[in-house]
């Protein structure tokens, strides 16, 4: 994967770069996008357990979207919520034959610790959300460390392994100080996207499917939630919409190989 097929910034903790409006993933480095809270409940401060200590990356890419020039999309799930409804929507997905990547908050896999054996094995990757779903960009450096450090340890606990892929909590675009934190903690990207489905306002399957099918591209990322009703309702057509436009949905991995 090259960095400017894949829409990466290398960032660091070098000084934001001026905004360009040609990349989704290069706005990462410009004034605050919009960002959105609550995607279901969690829970404060999980008990956890360091996962084994590891030389940081020296520097950390943003990635906003995938190659523009291979026909496949990645369907990415912030993940928290109603956990039977978390299952309805990976049976969909199974269903369709499409693996997603699913970015989990910390809490919510704590109090519901068979979802990630279940999310592995039925094909789909698992990754760091955080670990109370905090709006990052209000953190300081120690308070964000923390959070991206305490859903890795849940995560190393419950898998063996504190996920390739990271996704900072309540925005969609992370800072300097967000991406050297997660450097610390051992992670080498920030996953961000450049498809907002806006499910999480529960605007209707219809809504979901035209915002996912309309906007998405080759390589892009698709962001969705677990614990949404309508987004279960929604998957089978953007799936199926996806596939019409000759878009193969895929995991992040098997995007950026």
């Known amino acids: 994967m090259s960095g400017a097929a894949a829409g990466v910034l290398l960032c660091g903790c070098a000084a934001a770069r001026t905004k360009d409006h040609s990349s989704p993933s290069a706005q990462a480095t410009s004034h605050p996008a919009p ?3 609550d995607h279901g409940s ?9 996962p084994p200590a590891g030389k940081p990356p020296r520097t950390v890419v943003e990635i906003g979207h995938g190659p523009r020039s291979l026909p496949r999309v990645a369907l990415t799930f912030h993940g928290a919520g109603d956990p039977t409804t978390a299952e309805a929507l990976l049976r969909a997905a ?3 034959g499409t693996p997603v990547t699913v970015l989990a908050v910390g809490t919510w896999l704590a109090q519901n610790p068979g979802m990630a054996g279940r999310i592995r094995r039925g094909g789909h990757e698992l990754g760091n959300h955080t670990l109370n779903h905090l709006p990052m960009r209000q953190l300081d450096e120690s308070r964000a460390y923390d959070e991206i450090a305490g859903c890795a340890a849940v995560l190393h606990r419950l898998t063996g392994s ?5 996704r900072a909590s309540g925005t969609q675009y992370t800072t ?5 934190a997660a450097a610390r903690a051992g992670y080498r990207s920030c996953l961000s996207y450049d498809v907002d489905t806006r499910d999480y306002l529960d605007p209707g399957a219809a809504t979901v ?15 969705l939630h677990l614990g949404h009703p309508g987004t279960v309702r929604a998957l089978p057509a953007l ?3 996806l596939r019409a436009r000759g878009l193969r949905p895929v995991t992040v991995t098997e995007l950026l190989r």
């Open 35 to 37: 960002t959105h809270t």
């Open 42 to 50: 969690v829970v404060q401060n999980a008990p956890t357990t360091a």
């Open 94 to 96: 199974e269903h369709a």
């Open 162 to 166: 504190t996920g390739r892929w990271f």
């Open 176 to 180: 300097p100080l967000i991406r050297a």
């Open 209 to 223: 499917i035209r915002n996912g099918v309309e906007l998405a591209r080759p390589g892009s990322i698709l962001s």
């Open 239 to 241: 799936v199926g919409g």
